[in-house]
Structures are given as C-alpha cells and as structure tokens.
C-alpha cells in the first residue's frame, strides 16, 4: 500500500530550524519525485519545494531563501527545513509524489500519483 505521511518534528540540531517530515512507503524514492505543497486558509494551493530523484531541489520563490528540501532514501523519508518562519507561512503542509517519468513542473498539482493528508504548521507572531 502506498502512503505519505507527514510530521511536524523539532529541530534537527540544537538551535537549529524545525522540519517537516514525510515518510512514504510502497514505492521508492529512486522512482519518484516529492513536492511540498501548502495550502493557507483561504489561499490556493502552492508548490514549495520538490526533489528530484537525483537529489535535485526546486523551490518557489516565496521560500526560495529560507527552506530546503532533503531526503533520506534508507529512511523513505523527505524533510523540508524551515528557516526564519513568518505568520505567513502558516499553512497545511502536504507532501505529494509523482513518477520520475512525469517530465513537467513539479509544483503541478494534478500531475501527482500520491498524496498525504496534510499537517498544520501554525507560525504566530
């Protein structure tokens, strides 16, 4: 069965920024490309980050600066570090998949195999 499941963990170091987690399971990450999206109240859906199977990140300009995507492939896991956190990145965070073979954006929404159901990162001021 194939699932992505998302977490909001701590820092990775002490001091350092929090990350989202996304386990996935049922298919490799050798196999498929992760994207972050995040969806604000009232706001549409955007892409974050993605990673490519070649370890290769995209990010939207809008966070271009301050997160970064990784990935652990002995873990099945994809993280997206977030520094200097803003109210405005308050959001669900949901982490998507889709094949490698898919050659379009990575921030296409409609173009993903698989989806997690989602976390919510509250940022307040």
């Known amino acids: 069965e194939v699932q992505l499941v998302e977490s909001w963990g701590g820092s990775v170091r002490p001091g350092g920024p929090p990350r989202l987690s996304c386990v996935s399971s049922g298919f490799s990450l050798d196999e498929y490309v992760v994207t972050w999206f995040r969806q604000a109240p009232v706001k549409e859906r955007e892409g974050v980050s993605c990673?490519?199977?070649?370890?290769?990140?995209r990010k939207a300009d809008s966070v271009k600066d301050r997160f970064s995507a990784s990935r652990d492939i002995a873990k099945s896991t994809v993280f997206l570090e977030m520094n200097s956190l803003k109210t405005e990145d308050t959001a669900v965070y949901t982490c998507?998949?889709?094949?490698?073979?898919?050659?379009?954006?990575?921030?296409?929404?409609?173009?993903?195999?698989?989806w997690g159901k989602g976390t919510l990162v509250n940022v307040s001021s």
């Open positions: 990673i490519y199977t070649d370890g290769v990140t």
């Open positions: 998507a998949a889709h094949s490698k073979l898919y050659l379009g954006p990575c921030f296409r929404a409609g173009a993903m195999a698989y």
